[in-house]
C-alpha cells in the first residue's frame, strides 16, 4: 500500500522560507500526478502546486512566482519550496499521489499523507 509521508512544515515569520518533503513508500503501478494540497482553519483544501509524471507543472495564482514543486524520482520525493511566506499561507500542507495500483486497475486512486503544519507570523 503507498504511503506519503510529509515533513518539513514549522512556523516562520513573514517573507521566510520552508522546504517541505514529501517521501512515499510502497508500490505503485502508474503515477499519474504527484500534488500539494492546503487546508487553512475553516476553509475547504486546495489545490497549492501539481507536477505530472510527464513533468508539467501547475500552480494556484496565489502562490505563482513564489511556489516551487520539484521531485527526485530516484528518492521517490516531491518537494514544495516555498519562499516570501506570508500569514495567508498558514495551512496544514497535504501532499497528494494520483496513480494506478495495479495493471488490472482501470481507475485512478488518490493518496494522501497525513499533512504538515505550516504558520507563518507577521
Known amino acids: 500500500q503507498v504511503q506519503l509521508v510529509e515533513s518539513g512544515g514549522g512556523s516562520v515569520q513573514f517573507g521566510g522560507s520552508l522546504r517541505l518533503t514529501c517521501a512515499r513508500s510502497?508500490?505503485?503501478?502508474?503515477?499519474?500526478?504527484m500534488a500539494w494540497y492546503r487546508q487553512a482553519l475553516g476553509k475547504q483544501r486546495e489545490l497549492v502546486a501539481s507536477?505530472?509524471?510527464?513533468?508539467?507543472?501547475n500552480y494556484a495564482d496565489s502562490v505563482k512566482g513564489r511556489f516551487t514543486i520539484s521531485r527526485d524520482s530516484a528518492k521517490n520525493t516531491v518537494y514544495l519550496e516555498m519562499n516570501s511566506l506570508e500569514p495567508e499561507d498558514t495551512a496544514i500542507y497535504y501532499c497528494?499521489?494520483?496513480?494506478?495500483?495495479?495493471?488490472?486497475?482501470?481507475?485512478?486512486?488518490?493518496?494522501w499523507g497525513q499533512g504538515t503544519q505550516v504558520t507563518v507570523s507577521s
Open positions: 497528494n499521489l494520483n496513480g494506478r495500483i495495479g495493471p488490472g486497475s482501470s481507475k485512478s486512486t488518490d493518496f
Open positions: 510502497g508500490f505503485i503501478f502508474i503515477i499519474n500526478s
Open positions: 507536477l505530472t509524471s510527464s513533468g508539467s507543472k
